[in-house]
């Protein structure tokens, strides 16, 4: 039952996407959620990440230390995948379908993370942050 509610969670964060772009054009969605910084307000450290042509929506992540991390991964146009190198984390996330990639912190800083998969000539600018920081860092902007 709790992959069912996930699930329903990311499709429904696909839909308000989606809706996002009509109103906003495709480009300036894109701007706007790339650089947004979610941040963990709730016990579980979930989010769900939206690859797609030289971006992750959001474009930073900020976690704590020693919990529990689970990311839900998706792609919108084509197969990406995601590496975070420091942590020797790598997940392929496939166009319409959800991946899930669970993993706990152990040090905090700034981790980078990447597509490996060609995507086109935007390909090498598609990054984001990965943010670890102590328990009673979290609320702080």
Known sequence: MLKVIRCFKVICELILFAGLMPAFGEAK???????ATIMATVEAQ???IIARNYVY??????????RRVRLYLTSID?????KIEKMNLRAKVNKGEVTVLDFT???????????????????????????????N???KE
């Open 137 to 139: 860092e979290s609320g």
């Open 46 to 48: 979930e989010y769900s």
């Open 57 to 66: 929506l959001p474009g930073t992540i900020v976690v704590e230390k020693n």
């Open 29 to 35: 969605a894109a701007d706007a959620l790339s650089g």
């Open 105 to 135: 912190p152990a040090e905090d800083g700034t981790y980078e993370f990447v597509c490996d998969i060609y995507c086109g000539p935007g390909h090498r600018g598609m990054k984001g942050k990965l943010v670890v920081v102590n328990g």
């Open 78 to 82: 084509r197969a990406h995948d995601i």
